[in-house]
């Protein structure tokens, strides 16, 4: 069985993808730019970080690219002046909700909140931030976690549990309150189940999560090619 | 067979009830305390008159008046009392057959029953709810029998959709078109979910249904069963209301023992079981697929729809999940056939609505009205109005996802269309009474507060943006706010509301809106003018 081929348009240009395929999959191969957080290729799509936001004719709702499956006809748009000042204000919001000193971070000058606030030419903050005092968690013998950075993507959760199968991290509490746990909320270097892969590390956004011994703008996070290792997982080798 | 079992306890019930001359039904619901202490009073004085062989004593559902709880019914000639204690009980035993008791004496003619229109409140109060015989001479199962017997799944579903029965959980979805859905999705087996865990403050419906009249609900959720081809059914209800799940187990097992529940129910072909599931508190575990992941014993987080539970739910199969209310509509859409139910209620908003009426009133508990009546029917005909001279300022509904309406707007009927023409919602069923003493911003700051608690955390605008909402709103609270803040407010409430994954995200800010749209004035007097501003740092 072939997979049927949609025609849509995308900020009026006519483009086409498969069937199954997301509107941000299918905007991305033809040059649009959606700005995305959560989402990472090769890991399942939370829908969480709410960036990707696009509008479609006749839904009076927003809807997120990242997880929105292409329809026949469908006629998306990317870019308006509404949706810019939401996706401003949602990394205006994240920046607000913790401790986000660029200046003094591990990844300055290669994080992807820093480059996305940029791109969205965001210059200042318009809320007040909340500062929650958080811990850093220093105790594994090669990474280090600190909660103040952290933008709560769950991309470390799921890139340990759907990649490196070993479920270390999720989340506890709820709300503003909500923050990343080892195992059952143990110190990182306590954790029975962290193999060291550094899969998490490399997959954070921030600044959150970074290898120990690197100073202010020295750490680089690398492409792991996830979509290549889920294959891999996938054909059971 | 098991047709004629049922006619048979039927029938000896109905007999063993008609042995006695009178009838003492005693309200044992969550609400009203130190019910167990009348019933034993009571108990022990037929004793000791030696009237065990003509006064029969029963604990009964919630009979709806709680402000005048605990209530005893006497039948025959309905008589109710009201603030009833044991030590009452010794002349309300006497009085049987005389005069009755004046001084306890509960008016029938109160607007408080006569304007109401019981539907799924008919028998609460009136059946022993742990009482299989009871529910059965009431009339119980006759649906479920008429269904399995008499109508194929399609006739059902046709019926459901004719009658126009719309999802009491809150968002209105018409129950026949996402029954139809079900029915037609492809996958098995297929689950049928029954949703109590009613978590917005002030509202207790389903906790009364599930205590009052438990037999009905899963009679409801069979019937449902049979129509969409569901096996397997779950009942999600908070841990905290226990009562409601000591019945709801009873009656589970007192189901399967007489073959309306399990394996070839009534001898049809219909094979159906009920588990329970407890959630622990979370408000946002009322949203299906946080409830779906819930009862799957992983975290309680939403995700994005489509998928919609009813093609890809509870374990990525065809899910029917519906509120305790819409299940508990169902038997009486059946036997009275949808005609009769589409006449009550207006042409979109049809049939009956519990409401838990609470706040500023004289009457507070629960009623049942058709969709419709005006809502100075139920503040002052109903609800009896205010008490201790306080006039009403407004009435808030649908909880910390619905507003308020202002009593200048009290003529507006309570229907689906006509709230939300307004800003606020039906929801659930919370009617919170507010008088002029009052402050818009403070109760909407409450309602902030709750969101912001009970937030998830998964998606950026409803986890940092309720807080910065609430901030922002103690700031008006505190009368420390400016311009600039209201402007910041409205925008944060319009971010929240179109960008939030949720329903949970997306509905927080319609109380602060609402206030916004009706109150703006108190809003307005919280901000900081350059005088107080000089007041305040001399
Ligand atoms: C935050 C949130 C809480 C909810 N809580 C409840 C609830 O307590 N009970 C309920 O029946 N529906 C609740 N709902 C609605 C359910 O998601 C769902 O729409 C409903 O159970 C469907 O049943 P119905 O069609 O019979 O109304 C809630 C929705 C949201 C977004
Ligand atoms: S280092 Fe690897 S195993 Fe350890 S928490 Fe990170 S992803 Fe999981
Ligand atoms: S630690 Fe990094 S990857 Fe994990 S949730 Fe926080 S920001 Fe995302
Ligand atoms: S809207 Fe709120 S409750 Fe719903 S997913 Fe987002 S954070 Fe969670
Ligand atoms: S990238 Fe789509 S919601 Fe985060």
Same mark, same amino acid.
């Given at each position: 069985m072939t997979t049927p081929i949609l025609t849509l348009t995308i900020d009026g240009k006519e483009v086409s993808g498969l069937a199954g395929e997301t509107i941000l999959q299918v905007a991305r191969e033809n040059g649009?730019?959606?700005?995305?957080?959560?989402?990472?290729?090769?890991?399942?799509?939370?829908?969480?970080?709410?960036?990707? =936001?696009?509008?479609?004719?006749?839904?009076? *709702?927003?809807?997120?690219?990242?997880?929105?499956?292409?329809?026949?006809? =469908?006629?998306?748009?990317?870019?308006?002046?509404?949706?810019?000042?939401?996706?401003? *204000?949602?990394?205006?919001?994240?920046?607000?909700?913790?401790?986000?000193?660029? *200046?003094?971070?591990?990844?300055?000058?290669?994080?992807?909140?820093?480059?996305?606030?940029?791109?969205?030419?965001?210059?200042?903050?318009?809320?007040?931030?909340?500062?929650?005092?958080?811990?850093?968690?220093?105790?594994?013998?090669?990474?280090?976690i600190d909660h103040n950075r952290c933008i709560l993507c769950t991309r470390c959760v799921r890139v340990c549990g759907e990649i490196e199968g070993a479920h270390t991290w999720d989340v506890k509490n709820r709300g503003v309150r909500s923050q990343i746990v080892a195992d059952f909320d143990t110190p990182w270097g306590d954790s029975t189940t962290c193999t060291g892969c550094g899969k998490c590390v490399h997959v954070c956004p921030t600044g959150a999560l970074f290898e120990k011994g690197k100073s202010v703008a020295e750490m680089f996070k690398k492409p792991l090619g996830l979509p290549y290792l889920k294959a891999i997982r996938d054909l059971g080798v | 067979m098991p047709r004629e079992k049922i006619d048979r306890i039927t029938a000896e019930h109905r007999w063993f009830l008609d042995q006695f001359n009178y009838h003492i039904l005693v309200c044992a619901g969550l609400g009203c305390p130190g019910n167990d202490d009348i019933l034993r009073a009571l108990g022990q004085t037929v004793r000791n008159r030696q009237l065990t062989d003509e006064v029969l004593i029963r604990k009964v559902g919630c009979m709806g008046l709680c402000s005048a709880g605990p209530l005893v019914l006497i039948r025959p000639g309905d008589l109710m009392y009201q603030k009833v204690q044991p030590e009452d009980a010794e002349e309300i035993i006497a009085s049987l057959g005389k005069k009755p008791v004046e001084r306890l004496l509960l008016s029938p003619d109160l607007a408080f029953f006569t304007r109401q229109h019981k539907n799924v409140l008919r028998l609460s109060g009136r059946i022993d709810p742990e009482s299989l015989p009871d529910y059965l001479v009431a009339g119980g199962y006759q649906a479920l029998l008429q269904a399995l017997f008499a109508m194929q799944p399609t006739d059902i579903l046709r019926c459901i959709q004719e009658s126009g029965l719309r999802g009491r959980g809150g968002a209105g979805y018409p129950t026949g078109l996402k029954w139809s859905t079900v029915a037609r999705a492809q996958g098995s087996p297929k689950y049928l979910i029954c949703n109590a865990d009613e978590g917005d403050p002030g509202a207790f419906m389903d906790r009364s249904l599930l205590e009052s009249t438990p037999y009905a609900i899963l009679e409801g959720m069979t019937v449902a069963a049979y129509a969409v081809g569901a096996s397997e059914g779950f009942i999600y209800v908070r841990a905290e209301y226990p009562l409601a799940v000591q019945r709801l187990k009873r009656a589970i097992r007192d189901a399967e023992q007489n073959n309306l529940l399990g394996h070839s129910i009534c001898g049809s072909n219909l094979n159906f079981r009920v588990q329970i599931r407890l959630g622990a508190g979370a408000f946002v575990c009322g949203e299906e697929t946080a409830l779906i992941r819930s009862i799957e014993g992983r975290r309680g987080l939403p995700r994005p729809r489509p998928?919609?539970? &009813?093609?890809?739910?509870?374990?990525?199969? %065809?899910?029917?999940?519906?509120?305790?209310?819409?299940?508990a509509n169902i038997p009486s859409v059946i036997t009275n056939g949808p005609e009769w139910w589409a006449r009550l209620g207006t042409d979109k908003s049809r049939g009956t609505k519990v409401f838990a009426?609470?706040?500023?009133?004289?009457?507070?508990?629960?009623?049942?009205?058709?969709?419709?009546?005006?809502?100075?029917?139920?503040?002052?005909?109903?609800?009896?109005?205010?008490?201790?001279?306080? &006039?009403?300022?407004?009435?808030?509904?649908?909880?910390?996802?619905?507003?308020?309406?202002?009593? &200048?707007?009290?003529?507006? %009927?309570?229907?689906?269309?006509?709230?939300?023409?307004?800003?606020?919602?039906?929801?659930?069923?919370?009617?919170?009474?507010?008088?002029?003493?009052?402050?818009?911003?403070?109760?909407?700051?409450?309602?902030? &507060?709750?969101?912001?608690?009970?937030?998830?955390?998964?998606?950026?605008?409803c986890r940092v943006g309720t807080a910065q909402i609430h901030n922002l709103l103690t700031k008006f609270q505190n009368r420390k706010a400016t311009m600039a803040d209201l402007e910041m407010l409205e925008w944060l409430c319009d971010l929240v509301r179109n960008t939030s994954l949720c329903g949970l995200g997306q509905s927080a800010p319609n109380p602060v809106l609402s206030a916004l749209r009706f109150f703006r004035q108190e809003f307005l007097d919280c901000i900081l003018t350059d005088q107080n501003h000089e007041e305040v740092r001399p």
């Open positions: 649009f730019f959606i700005p995305t957080l959560c989402w990472l290729d090769g890991l399942t799509s939370a829908g969480s970080c709410r960036l990707c =936001m696009v509008e479609i004719k006749g839904s009076a *709702a927003l809807h997120p690219a990242c997880i929105t499956l292409i329809q026949e006809g =469908m006629a998306v748009t990317t870019s308006s002046e509404r949706l810019l000042r939401y996706r401003r *204000a949602i990394i205006e919001l994240l920046f607000s909700e913790r401790n986000h000193v660029c *200046a003094v971070c591990v990844v300055n000058g290669h994080c992807e909140l820093q480059t996305l606030a940029q791109q969205l030419g965001i210059d200042h903050i318009s809320f007040p931030g909340l500062y929650p005092d958080l811990p850093v968690d220093a105790s594994h013998p090669r990474f280090v | 998928p919609y539970p &009813a093609e890809k739910g509870l374990r990525g199969r %065809p899910t029917l999940i519906n509120n305790v209310e819409t299940y009426l609470t706040g500023t009133i004289r009457n507070t508990g629960l009623i049942e009205v058709p969709m419709g009546m005006p809502l100075r029917e139920i503040v002052y005909d109903i609800g009896g109005g205010l008490p201790g001279g306080h &006039a009403l300022k407004a009435v808030q509904t649908g909880g910390p996802s619905g507003g308020c309406i202002p009593a &200048a707007l009290l003529d507006t %009927p309570v229907t689906y269309e006509s709230l939300n023409e307004l800003g606020s919602i039906m929801g659930s069923g919370g009617m919170i009474v507010i008088d002029d003493s009052a402050s818009m911003v403070d109760i909407v700051t409450y309602f902030m &507060a709750f969101c912001r608690d009970e937030s998830c955390g998964k998606c950026t605008p």
